[in-house]
């Protein structure tokens, strides 16, 4: 069975604080991605990464960063949190090639920034 | 431009009623559809996939979805639905772009069933 964990499933940080999110997948996919989820919204794509090293911005890259140092984890960052930043964060994994290939998702980080 | 639309945000039903969640979708390409479902506290995991050849696509949990491409439609029904249903499912989209794929997911439809 495919596992995709997140280090965290709950998180309180401060207004400003750096936060890292960090995610790692066990079946050796090369794409990664990271989404945010928030109601009414769905799913918003951050980042994604189809191999180490290499990331894309996906469709609301601002105030995130993002790093893959090595092929099975993708950290996201958070540089300085913000309020409007409070949202529960996925992160998901599939093989590279088609893009029919279904995405593995975690269990989610829930981030609250006060 | 690619977008999914999913035209309930919130369907109640009784235990062993029928169900139908509807999704429609936009793109000017060929496109492979996907339906995920979202269990309380947890990530989300695939429920059905269409790629080609027939229309109706059968998935885990007795869930099964037809592709409509005249009405640009991919709803999802199952004919009778159990506490256990209780969710948020997401309909997505994905298609070639250059240099990769892209997938869209619509905002999700909360299934709430009813004993």
């Known amino acids: 069975d495919v596992k995709v964990t997140q280090s965290s499933r709950y998180l309180v940080k401060r207004t400003g604080e750096k936060v890292f999110l960090e995610c790692v997948q066990d079946?050796?996919?090369?794409?990664m991605f990271w989404y945010r989820q928030d109601p009414g919204l769905g799913l918003r794509l951050i980042y994604f990464?189809?191999?180490?090293?290499?990331?894309e911005k996906g469709d609301i890259p601002e105030g995130y960063s993002v790093s893959r140092e090595k092929k099975e984890r993708f950290s996201l960052i958070l540089e300085s949190a913000s309020t409007n930043q409070t949202s529960m964060y996925l992160c998901?994994?599939?093989?590279?090639?088609?893009?029919?290939?279904?995405?593995?998702f975690g269990p989610g980080t829930r981030l609250t920034v006060l | 431009a690619q977008s999914v639309t999913q035209l309930d945000s919130q369907v109640p039903v009784f235990e062993e009623a029928p169900v139908e969640l509807r999704c429609n979708y936009s793109s000017s390409v060929s496109v492979y559809l996907f339906w995920y479902v979202q269990y309380p506290n947890q990530g989300l995991q695939l429920l059905l996939k269409?790629?080609?050849?027939?229309?109706l696509v059968k998935g885990i949990n007795g869930f099964e979805a037809e592709f409509n491409k005249s009405q640009t439609s991919f709803h999802l029904r199952k004919p009778s639905v159990h506490i256990s249903d209780t969710a948020e499912y997401f309909c997505?989209?994905?298609?070639?772009?250059?240099?990769?794929?892209?997938?869209?997911f619509g905002a999700g439809t909360r299934l709430f069933v009813k004993a």
């Open positions: 269409y790629l080609s050849g027939s229309t």
């Open positions: 990464s189809y191999d180490v090293k290499m990331k």
């Open positions: 079946m050796d996919h090369e794409n």
């Open positions: 997505a989209v994905s298609e070639g772009v250059t240099g990769g794929f892209k997938t869209i």
């Open positions: 998901a994994s599939s093989f590279a090639g088609s893009s029919y290939n279904e995405q593995f």
